[in-house]
């Protein structure tokens, strides 16, 4: 069992490319969600998926997309990398309480 | 949309006691959560308070008052492997994060 996974662990981009972050958990959990956090600050809401099928803005969706085809997997995609996207990401699943993965430390430079 | 605050930092001596404030607004509070986080690391469940007062786990204590928009964490007996942020997490329908509470635990 090994809960949320993401990849790639570290990344670089150049401005203007684009790349998925990918998430992917095995515990059936309906509840996917995409959080951004910024050096010294909290987590903040970027998407969320509530099933199969179904997904919804959170706090701060500008400058990505999100699917969610199967109940596994919740791709996060950035079309057009800015600087101001250089932060960590955290893909969580489920409700009470939210299980992290491991985290995405995404430089745009 | 919530309004959530904490104190930015807070230091205490190995042994200690420490005691992490957290005030939301929100209007229609389903739940709220504590949740530890070690630089580099991805957060960790602490707790969840979803009624009126004291939750105890252990060295570490949540309470809630409702009517009050408050929680705090009680970190007790305190452990330099405590030294890390805590997030106060409120659920309105989804989850809001606070910016966190970076405690600093000294010998």
């Known amino acids: 069992n090994a809960g949320v996974t993401q990849t790639p662990k570290f990344r670089i981009l150049k401005i203007g490319q684009s790349m998925t972050l990918q998430c992917t958990q095995d515990m059936n959990h309906n509840y996917m969600y995409w959080y951004r956090q910024d050096p010294g600050m909290g987590l903040k809401l970027i998407y969320y998926s509530v099933g199969a099928g179904i997904t919804d803005k959170g706090e701060v969706p500008n400058g990505y997309n999100v699917s969610r085809s199967t109940t596994e997997d919740f791709p996060l995609r950035l079309e057009l990398a800015a600087p101001s996207q250089t932060s960590v990401y955290f893909c969580?699943?489920?409700?009470?309480?939210?299980?992290f993965g491991d985290g995405t430390r995404l430089s745009i430079l | 949309g919530q309004n959530i605050d904490q104190p930015t930092e807070m230091t205490a001596t190995e042994g200690a006691i420490v005691q992490i404030n957290c005030t939301y607004q929100t209007s229609g509070f389903n739940g709220l959560f504590w949740y530890q986080q070690h630089a580099g690391e991805a957060p960790t469940f602490l707790s969840y308070n979803v009624l009126d007062g004291l939750e105890e786990k252990g060295r570490f204590s949540s309470f809630l008052s409702r009517s009050k928009g408050y929680s705090y964490l009680l970190l007790k007996e305190l452990q330099m492997k405590d030294s890390a942020s805590y997030l106060c997490?409120?659920?309105?329908?989804?989850?809001?994060f606070g910016a966190g509470t970076t405690v600093t635990v000294r010998a």
């Open positions: 969580a699943s489920s409700y009470e309480p939210q299980h």
């Open positions: 997490a409120v659920v309105e329908g989804k989850l809001s």
